[in-house]
């Protein structure tokens, strides 16, 4: 699949308003999406699609395809927010059922190739450096499982501070 000037943008924001310069696709919290039940299907039965019909059913294929993927999420002891990471597990058929060795470690074939970016805007009082440091490691981890680079970390106190940004 040929990657496109396209951003992927999951938030847990459920009326973001910020602004989104050229194509783009936006998944938010109200989006209807089903937990991954570990299926398989879009392995298996439905290459590269959920089998689920829900509100992210083409999340795979759109995360095949853009060039970089934003995320804007609640800091969660130094994680993602619930409604992030569920996008993240639904992100599987990105992945091909092969493994290969990658830095030393077991990692998934790629379906698609990877080469976007990867920014992540965290929101919440009081996050510590202790769950900054893990956030910058989680985050780090993922786009090295999906072939991809880290654009940028950044941290605010709250939601409001990202409203306005230009993405």
């Excluded at 059913?57 to 060039?67: E, P, Q, T």
């Amino acid at each position: 699949m040929k990657r496109s000037n396209f951003k992927l943008i999951l938030t847990d924001l459920e009326n973001p308003s910020f602004s989104v310069e050229g194509e783009h696709k936006i998944y938010k919290s109200d989006a209807g999406v089903r937990h991954c039940v570990g299926c398989f299907g879009c392995w298996l039965k439905t290459p590269g699609e959920c089998l689920f019909k829900d509100g992210s059913a083409a999340f795979a294929k759109d995360f095949g395809r853009c060039s970089q993927l934003i995320i804007i999420s609640r800091c969660v002891y130094g994680d993602v927010s619930p409604f992030i990471k569920k996008m993240q597990d639904r992100a599987l058929a990105f992945a091909l059922p092969f493994f290969l060795i990658k830095e030393n470690e077991m990692h998934h074939k790629l379906r698609y190739s990877g080469g976007f970016e990867i920014s992540a805007l965290f929101y919440g009082g009081n996050i510590t450096d202790e769950e900054k440091a893990t956030a910058r490691e989680l985050i780090s981890r993922n786009a090295l499982n999906y072939g991809a680079k880290v654009k940028d970390i950044l941290f605010f106190k709250d939601a409001k501070e990202i409203e306005g940004k230009a993405l």
